[in-house]
């Protein structure tokens, strides 16, 4: 058996169990991306889109951030993400972690434009924060879109990794068998 390719592996428990926390967030992020809407029925941004309900997409895209950036943390604190699959798998995380910061800004600046369109005395003002809005938004789902692909991509990897482990059967310990009790002396005194 390769020692260097053993060292390599991540523990098979360790593997499975990250597998399951990046495809419970991926699946959020993903279902995020698709629940959070902006336009109405026929496509347009509403006369008065609720600042509370888009601010809200803000908090719950900042929620699931979090999530991904201290699902980072741990794996880059680990042992595991120094060696070759623990640092693509770690390259991945990252580019969720910042895809996923990137997102909450932009549905604040939806809300916050939200606040505004009453204000918007001319037509090309409104059509200005309107399309703006739009932008934002579409830009915000986007980066969740991204951070969930990214965390399938490490998924991919730890699963590859995971058929990598066959080849190296759960190490057994080998014992040297044991040195028998000492026998009794036939010599008695």
């Not at 499975?16 to 496509?43: F, H, P, S, V």
């Not at 640092?87 to 990137?102: D, E, G, I």
């Not at 969930?148 to 040297?176: G, M, Y």
């Amino acid at each position: 058996m390769n020692s260097d390719a053993q060292r390599e592996l991540i523990p098979r428990d360790d593997t499975l169990q990250m597998i399951g926390a990046l495809n419970d967030l991926q699946t959020k992020l993903a279902a995020a991306a698709e629940r959070y809407q902006l336009l109405d029925d026929t496509g347009q941004v509403p006369a008065a889109p609720s600042y509370a309900e888009l601010l809200q997409h803000a908090s719950e895209a900042q929620a699931l951030s979090h999530d991904v950036v201290q699902l980072t943390l741990e794996f880059a604190r680990s042992a595991h993400s120094t060696n070759r699959v623990g640092s693509t798998v770690l390259a991945h995380l990252a580019a969720a972690a910042t895809m996923s910061s990137h997102a909450v800004p932009n549905f604040a600046e939806t809300a916050e434009n939200a606040l505004f369109l009453p204000r918007s005395s001319r037509p090309t003002d409104r059509q200005y924060r309107d399309n703006r809005m739009v932008i934002d938004h579409a830009t915000a789902r986007a980066y969740l879109r991204r951070t969930s692909e990214s965390l399938r991509d490490a998924v991919q990897e730890l699963n590859a990794h995971l058929d990598f482990h066959r080849f190296f059967p759960a190490q057994t310990r080998q014992q040297s068998p044991a040195t028998p009790p000492p026998r009794p002396s036939a010599r008695h005194r």
